[in-house]
């Protein structure tokens, strides 16, 4: 369907501005950020030009909200409406940022020294019992951070977010809605932490039970699920290397959680562990992609311990209800921005050659393949440029092209490239809101990790 007639709403209202209350929570309110003067733009209307730290006086009602993309760059931050291709908003920032979606459709966490920074893409959605209001405004940094060491992972599930502090082992769990309705209060919040600092991540299960690593800087073997009390109800020691999740669909009795290690993935299902056999004895799955739609987990398919920077051509393709796994040789590399998920559960991935590969998850078969970028190779440091590929809650794939400073659209079921959008800068990270609450976190890359000079897994140019 044409991209101007896609409408999206909230489960819960939205209020335009974000103020973040204090609690156990450490929470600054200067994000470090210089916002510059941008204009603020949508699909039905063009809006009055603002400076980004204007926020809600420039909010604009409109008839639908388009999907933005967040992008950093060398030295900044822009945000772009993806139906007109308008630049809204250009925030200068300093050093290496990755972006998270918050997982209520609205608001991005930017990873950094200091913590996890909120920035307001400005989709705003209000729900109103029989119908929905929307509207617009310019995006900008909220000027709040949720104070963490080392800002690690970010997991979006089932109306929670979860964030992994990498220098502290700290672990925070809040209401996904907090992030919108402007304030994070004392029943919103866990507060959880590790045994050991160590590079973890952790998932918040609807059963309210946490999901988390444990290990240390040097080794990381153990996943466990803890219940609110502390209690460990479920554990595994069989995970060397952990390293990524990814949440797949359901079963009768609770959420399919799978991670990667270095001797094949281990799959949580009805309550327990279940390891996946490999073939080989060093398999790395390290950056993992689920989807609520299927039972099949999108992973790379690394082999070689001793690679300075492994370029695979196959991927795996793990049934999570089987703790089995199948690959698929794909002829050309790819890289760990490459791979995503699908509306349908498809499952994508980008590859040299410059095609957008769109799978049958259950068979491995190829149902497109799209012409996208021209060919390209993974760079020698994983915090270059390069093509990264993001789904968003639409259930277009949104594609980078450093080299062509473009944005790409594609419309996964019809394999079909809509429009290319031009770029002031050279895109790095990207993150992509629709004002549609993520469910789970199949848009995210929560397989990747953070830089560490004592981290092997960053020699190799994976994250």
Same mark, same amino acid.
Do not use: W
């Given at each position: 369907m044409p991209i101007n007639s896609r409408i999206f709403s909230l489960s819960s209202a939205v209020v335009a501005a974000l103020v973040l209350t204090s609690c156990s929570t450490a929470v600054s309110s200067d994000s470090g950020t210089d916002p510059s003067t941008a204009p603020a733009g949508n699909s039905?209307?063009?809006?009055?030009p603002a400076t980004a730290s204007e926020g809600a006086g420039d909010r604009q009602r409109v008839d639908a909200l388009a999907p933005r993309a967040v992008l950093t760059y060398?030295?900044?931050?822009?945000?772009?409406?993806?139906?007109?291709?308008?630049?809204?908003s250009d925030t200068e920032t300093e050093g290496f940022l990755r972006l998270n979606n918050a997982g209520d459709g609205r608001h991005v966490l930017i990873s950094a020294d200091d913590g996890f920074?909120?920035?307001d893409t400005g989709l705003v959605a209000e729900s109103h019992g029989d119908h929905d209001d929307y509207y617009v405004q310019a995006p900008a940094p909220t000027g709040a951070t949720v104070e963490a060491s080392e800002a690690g992972h970010v997991v979006a599930h089932e109306g929670r977010t979860a964030l992994f502090a990498d220098g502290s082992g700290a672990i925070t769990v809040v209401d996904s809605a907090a992030f919108s309705d402007g304030e994070v209060s004392a029943d919103e919040v866990e507060e959880h932490s590790t045994d050991a600092v160590h590079h973890g991540v952790a998932v918040p299960l609807s059963s309210g039970d946490l999901?988390?690593?444990?290990?240390?800087?040097? +080794? %990381?073997?153990? #996943?466990?699920?803890l219940s609110p009390?502390?209690?460990?109800?479920?554990?595994?020691?069989?995970?060397?290397?952990?390293?990524?999740?990814?949440?797949?669909?359901?079963? +009768? %009795?609770?959420? #399919?959680?799978?991670?990667?290690?270095?001797?094949?993935?281990?799959v949580f299902r009805d309550g327990a562990f279940h390891k996946v056999p490999v073939e080989e004895a060093y398999q790395r799955s390290g950056n993992l992609f689920g989807s609520h739609e299927s039972p099949i987990v999108l992973g790379d398919y690394k082999i070689d311990p001793d690679a300075e920077q492994e370029r695979p051509t196959r991927i795996g393709l793990i049934d999570t209800a089987t703790a089995s796994m199948t690959t698929v040789d794909l002829g050309s590399a790819y890289w760990f921005r490459s791979l995503a998920r699908g509306a349908e559960g498809e499952a994508l991935v980008l590859t040299y050659d410059g095609q957008l590969n769109i799978l049958d998850e259950q068979t491995g078969g190829i149902i497109h393949e799209v012409e996208v970028v021209q060919p390209w190779e993974e760079p020698e440091e994983w915090q270059?440029?390069?093509?990264?590929?993001?789904?968003?809650?639409?259930?277009?794939?949104?594609?980078?092209?450093p080299a062509a400073r473009k944005l790409h659209v594609v419309d996964v079921a019809a394999g079909t490239l809509l429009s290319s959008i031009d770029l002031p800068e050279v895109p790095n990270e990207l993150a992509v809101v629709t004002g549609d609450a993520e469910a789970s976190d199949h848009d995210h890359d929560h397989g990747h990790g953070h830089e560490h000079a004592d981290d092997e897994d960053h020699a190799e140019g994976e994250k």
């Open positions: 039905a209307e063009s809006a009055a060398d030295g900044g931050v822009m945000t772009v409406d993806t139906e007109s291709g308008e630049v809204l920074r909120i920035f999901l988390l690593t444990q290990g240390t800087k040097e +080794s %990381t073997t153990t #996943v466990q699920v009390a502390g209690e460990v109800l479920a554990e595994t020691t069989d995970c060397p290397g952990v390293h990524g999740e990814a949440i797949a669909m359901p079963t +009768s %009795t609770g959420d #399919v959680v799978t991670l990667g290690c270095e001797n094949g993935p281990v270059s440029p390069a093509p990264t590929v993001k789904v968003g809650a639409d259930g277009f794939a949104y594609v980078t092209e």
